[in-house]
């Protein structure tokens, strides 16, 4: 990755809208700017909605590396063949030509709370009265034994979008006949809890189509998982035998890997595999705690507006953050940017403030025309985001509704896609 | 059947003068009528029809798509109008077939009809409301909207559009703004009622689906006024 360029996007309108960009500002500034860091599930909504409904009475900056944003969600359905990688690409030409966004493709590297300003990695700097992080994840180093980011080739773990899901299926595809897949699975809290479970599902439906001796092994250091008897019951449905799921009672959280001899080791018991994919303890994206805002790994923040603990001005969204009880999602983190910028509109020009809502629905799919579903809504309480009323798919369900949950789900991706960057 | 497809003949000779094409795509009446009630909760049809959810579809065989004064349709109606779609059977079963592949953002939240046979035995049902606009038939569809006991009280509630606008933006992570229903239907530009009706049925868990039972499980009366009312001019 390139560091030290810094891009505007687009051609026409949407250089246009991006070239009256202030670098630096100096004091006295007119409109109040505000800075959001990282244009995915919660940024992207964060500053759509902020520059949308603010109707240019903002001055809103998006700080983001990627000219192309893959989604996470609905990755592994490209994984099984469900979706091609283009179907997971989107753009920030809409933001930028529409509503006015100043869409600046660069990292972040470094926050000031005291002089309230960011630095790219290009060397600019930033100033803003409020900043929205909304990061995503970093990977815990050391935490599966053998296993580092220097061998995320030979060992992927297709945890953040494009690249390393393109690399997982390549390596599936490529797989010997009857080969073995492994999986370590996380541990608790991660970014989409049922996401392990529709990838072994994923690549089972993979296998069994072209590799129908192949095997699929989990180490899982966990002792229960995100809709274990909805998965179980598919797996056993559609690819009996296939699946083996070594959780924690059986020593699924004692496990090394050896990415150069490609090996994994469970409670003591080494195997050959073909494909590792190794899924590592998540924490904060790493700009979080550079800004000082995390506490351990997460950064913990008032459910009211998401502002963190420790700076009235500066918000931590989705997967980063931590909340309470909203499980780590696309649809949670696009769901509290939209409370966060009503929260921090009203602050910064005298618009309403509305309570705040929150809700959150996970769809997974177990196999063509299987799909499932767990939804939450959550309010806002003085110690966290509590959970107020949920749902969840039951097993025995008819292959209509399982049909319908599925043609759902890809409504839903086509909805907040739309709702991040149209 | 046989009665029909002569009467159909003749009306088409009448009107259309494409009589074989459009005879054999029309099927009967009467089963139409039964399977009509899939069509009904969003389009009246018949003596004193009004537009809904959808448009009503007295005189839709040989109008142009989006033609129909005082109704907002989608962009993607519109620019199929404009561009020259006329609804005759053949183009009329092609939607009913499937919707989206015919115009692929239209609001209408149907997922089609496979069956040729039940696509043209709706037909021949709406065929009879094309002819003749002083003897439109009665049909039994103008009567709904009465079909609930909600309170009366609740109906009347004026929604906050503001507050709505808000608590939309809840919504609009699945259901589109601009109406495109794929997979999960549109509700951009439902008559107030309508709205507030099926939230209630769904608060009220008359309505099976548990996504909605569980969003509008928790808005109370005027919440569900105000997206009513918001809703309701999203343009
Ligand atoms: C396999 C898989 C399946 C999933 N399926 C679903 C699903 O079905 N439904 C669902 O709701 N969720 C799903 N998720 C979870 C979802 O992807 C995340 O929860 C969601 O993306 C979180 O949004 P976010 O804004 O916190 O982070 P992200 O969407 O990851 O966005 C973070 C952005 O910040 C940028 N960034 C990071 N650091 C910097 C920096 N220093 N400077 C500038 N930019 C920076 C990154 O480039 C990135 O674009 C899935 C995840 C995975 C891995």
Known sequence: MKLNRRHFIGTGAAAAATLKAPAVLADGHGKPRVVVIGGGAGGATAARYLAKDSQGAVDVTLVEPSRTYFTCFFSNLYIGGFKDIDDLGHTYGTLAAKYGINVVHDWAVDVDRDAKTVSLAGGDTLAYDKLILSPGIDFVEGSVDGWSLAAQNAMPHSYKGGSQTELLRAQIEAMPEGGVFAMVAPPNPYRCPPGPYERISMVAHQLKARNPTAKILVADPKPKFSKQGLFEEGWANHYAGMIDVIGEDFGGGNVSVDPAAMTITIDGEETSVDVCNVIPAMKAGRIAEMAGVTDGNWAPVNAVDMSTKVDPDVYVLGDASQQGDMPKSGYSANSQAKVCANAVRGALTDSRVFPAKFSNTCWSLIDTDDGVKVGATYEATDEKIAKVDGFISSTGESADLRKATYEESEGWYAGITADMFS | ?235
């Open chain 2, 1 to 235: 059947m046989k009665r029909w497809r002569l009467a159909a003949a003749v009306v088409a000779a009448l009107h259309v003068g494409a009589a074989s094409a459009e005879t054999q795509l029309l099927g009967d009446p009467e089963i139409g009528e039964q399977l009509y009630i899939k069509c009904k909760s969003c389009h009246q049809v018949g003596a004193g029809a009004k537009d809904g959810i959808g448009p009503h579809l007295n005189g839709i065989f040989g109008r142009r798509a989006a033609a129909h004064e005082g109704f907002f349709y989608s962009k993607s109606m519109a620019r199929a109008g404009a561009d020259g779609l006329v609804w005759t059977a053949e183009t009329l079963d092609a939607y009913l077939e499937n919707p989206r592949a015919l115009v692929s953002k239209t609001r209408m939240s149907f997922r089609g009809l496979k069956d040729p046979a039940e696509r043209a035995n709706i037909m021949a049902y709406l065929r009879a409301f094309s002819d003749n606009p002083a003897d439109l038939p009665e049909a039994e569809p103008t009567a709904r909207g009465t079909d609930h006991d909600l309170d009366p009280a609740i109906l009347a509630i004026q929604g906050d559009p503001a507050y709505g606008e808000y608590l939309s933006s809840e919504c609009l992570t699945c259901h589109q703004r601009d109406g495109s229903a794929e997979g999960i239907p549109s509700i951009t530009r439902w008559p107030e009622e309508d709205f507030v009706i099926a939230m209630h049925a769904y608060k009220n868990k008359l309505r099976p689906h548990p996504v909605m039972q569980m969003m509008a499980g928790r808005l109370n009366n005027e919440e569900i006024a105000a997206l009513a009312a918001y809703f309701k001019t999203l343009e």
